[in-house]
C-alpha cells in the first residue's frame, strides 16, 4: 500500500489518527528451554495418608527458567485440611516434548511427575506419582501475564461461569460440589450472582489472588487467572475441598484507535458462525473518556444485528473535522471481527490498513518495532474502571533495555503518540525490537501504526 510522500508525512505529522484430545507442541524437537516462564496449574486426585486413601487437590504457581529448575507456591487440600508452602524442583524435557520433574523440596507432598508440554508449551499436562500420590493428575496454563506485576483486579472482569465440583466423599461445604453459578465481576473487587449474592476479590500482580463469600465466616477460594482469561480456584476453607475453573461468558473487546473526518475513515467488520442471529451493542469514547458521537450513526452507541451465519459493518465516514477515541463490544460466542483505517489525500489514491481487534481487561502488551528509517505510532486505551499505571519497556533485536517510561491513564481514557515521543523510549531510533506496555493496575490495549516515506500499515499486539 503506498501513495506520495505527501500523504505519508501527513500521516506522520498526526503521529497516529486514527487437555482432552490435546494437540502436541509442533516442533516435535523439544528441550528444556520450551518449559519456560510462568505457569499456574491444578492438580486433583488421591493421595495416601494414614494408611488410607483420602481426595486431595493441589493449585500451585510454578516459574519454570527454561533450564531445567523450577520454583514456586502450593495451597493443597487434603480432605479439608489445607496447607501453603513454598517449593523447588528440576525438570528435564525429552524431544517428544514429554518430561519429568524430580522429587522436590519444601513440600509434604510435591510428587515426582511426568508432563507433556502441548499447545506450542502454553499448557502442560501432569501425572504425579510421588511416593503418596495414588492418583493426582492436572494441567498446567500459562499465567495471564508473564511478568510479576501485569495482573490487577482488572484482570478479573465481566461475567462469567463457575463450575464447582468435588472429588466422592469430600467435604463440599459451603457451596456443593457440582454447581454452575453465573458471576459478574466489576474489575474492581466486587462481585454479584444472577441470585443476588455478592462479595470480594483480589487479584495480586502476579495473577493470583482470592474471592471471598462473605457471612459469619468468611469463605475464600484461592484463584489464578490464566492466559486466555479462564480462572482456576480450589476452596480455602478449612474443612472443604471444592475446586473448578470460572470462563468468561465473552470477553470484552476493544479497537483501540477510532478516527473519523479530517481525511479519515473508520470501519468495524463482524461476522457470526453461528446458527442464530445475534445482537450486541458497541460503545465509541472519545480519547477523554466521554461518550463520542459519532454523526453517521446518530450517537454514541450502535446496535450490531447479524443474522445466522451472517455479516455486519459499522462506518465512521470521512466526514467534517478529525475525531479519535475507541470502540469497545462484548461480541457474543461465535462472533469475530477487525478494523480498518483509510486515508484520503486529495490527488492520491487512499490507502488502508486493517486493525486487530484487542481484549479490553488485558493487563500486559507486546508488539515488535522497528525504526530504521520506520516510525512506530501507538495508541494506548485503558478501557477499565479503574485508573491504569502503566510501564513501557523497550528491548532491542539483542535483547537489550533501550529504554523505559510509564503513562497514567485514567479510567476510560486513551493516548496516542509515536513511540519515540514519549519520555526515555528516544534510544529506540535506528533500532529494531520490542515493547511491553504493563498495567500495575487498570486494564491496558495496545493499537500500532508503523509509517514509512510513503506507506503505513498496522503492528498487531499480543495480549
Known amino acids: 500500500m503506498t501513495h506520495g510522500s505527501k500523504g505519508a508525512t501527513r500521516a506522520i505529522v498526526r503521529t497516529f489518527v486514527f487437555l482432552g484430545l490435546a494437540t502436541l507442541t509442533q516442533a516435535q524437537n523439544c528441550s528444556n528451554a520450551n518449559y519456560s516462564g510462568t505457569y499456574f496449574y491444578l492438580l486433583t486426585g488421591a493421595i495416601s495418608a494414614s494408611g488410607s486413601a483420602v481426595p486431595y487437590a493441589q493449585l500451585g504457581k510454578v516459574n519454570a527458567d527454561g533450564n531445567g529448575n523450577l520454583a514456586g507456591t502450593v495451597t493443597q487440600n487434603a480432605n479439608g485440611v489445607i496447607s501453603a508452602f513454598p517449593f523447588t524442583q528440576t525438570y528435564t524435557v525429552n524431544p517428544d516434548c514429554s518430561g519429568v520433574a524430580g522429587t522436590g523440596t519444601g513440600s509434604s507432598f510435591t510428587p515426582t511427575s511426568d508432563f507433556q508440554l502441548v499447545h506450542g508449551g502454553q499448557e502442560v499436562l501432569i501425572y504425579g506419582r510421588g511416593s503418596a500420590a495414588l492418583v493426582v493428575t492436572g494441567r498446567g496454563y500459562r499465567a495471564a501475564a508473564q511478568d510479576a506485576s501485569q495482573c490487577g483486579n482488572g484482570s478479573l472482569a465481566g461475567s462469567y461461569g463457575w463450575l464447582l465440583t468435588a472429588p466422592p466423599g469430600a467435604p463440599s461445604y459451603p457451596l456443593g460440589a457440582g454447581q454452575a453459578s453465573g458471576f459478574l465481576f466489576d474489575g474492581k473487587g466486587g462481585w454479584t450472582t444472577e441470585a443476588g449474592a455478592q462479595g470480594t476479590y483480589l487479584i495480586e500482580a502476579d495473577c493470583s489472588g482470592t474471592i471471598t463469600f462473605p457471612g459469619a465466616a468468611d469463605v475464600n477460594y484461592a484463584v489464578a487467572v490464566i492466559e486466555g482469561g479462564n480462572v482456576l480456584s480450589l476452596s480455602n476453607y478449612p474443612g472443604s475441598l471444592i475446586f473448578g475453573t470460572l470462563a468468561p461468558l465473552s470477553l470484552p473487546s476493544v479497537l483501540p484507535q477510532l478516527a473519523f473526518g479530517g481525511g479519515w475513515y473508520s470501519a468495524l467488520y463482524f461476522t457470526n458462525t453461528t446458527s442464530v442471529a445475534v445482537s450486541f451493542p458497541v460503545n465509541f469514547t472519545a480519547d477523554n473518556g466521554t461518550p463520542l458521537t459519532v454523526p453517521a450513526l446518530g450517537g454514541a452507541s450502535t446496535t450490531v444485528s447479524i443474522p445466522a451465519g451472517g455479516t455486519a459493518i459499522v462506518e465512521a465516514p470521512n466526514i467534517g473535522s478529525l475525531f479519535e477515541g475507541y470502540a469497545t463490544f462484548t461480541m457474543p460466542p461465535g462472533v469475530s471481527g477487525y478494523g480498518v483505517f483509510r486515508e484520503s489525500v486529495t490527488g492520491l489514491p487512499n490507502q488502508e490498513a486493517v486493525v486487530p481487534f484487542a481484549m479490553a481487561n488485558a493487563t500486559s502488551s507486546t508488539l515488535v518495532w522497528d525504526e ?35 503513562l497514567n491513564l485514567p479510567a476510560g481514557q486513551k493516548t496516542e503518540a509515536t ?19 504493563s498495567a500495575t493496575s487498570g486494564n491496558v490495549a495496545v493499537l500500532g501504526l508503523r509509517f514509512g516515506t510513503s506507506a503505513f500499515t498496522s503492528i498487531p499486539a499480543q495480549q
Open 372 to 406: 530504521t528509517n520506520l516510525l512506530t505510532a501507538v495508541a494506548v486505551v485503558n478501557a477499565g474502571p479503574v485508573a491504569a499505571l502503566i510501564s513501557i519497556t523497550l528491548w532491542d533485536n539483542n535483547g537489550n533495555v533501550v529504554g523505559t517510561s510509564a
Open 419 to 437: 513511540l519515540r515521543s514519549l519520555p526515555g523510549l528516544s534510544g529506540m531510533v535506528g533500532l529494531r525490537g520490542r515493547a511491553q506496555f
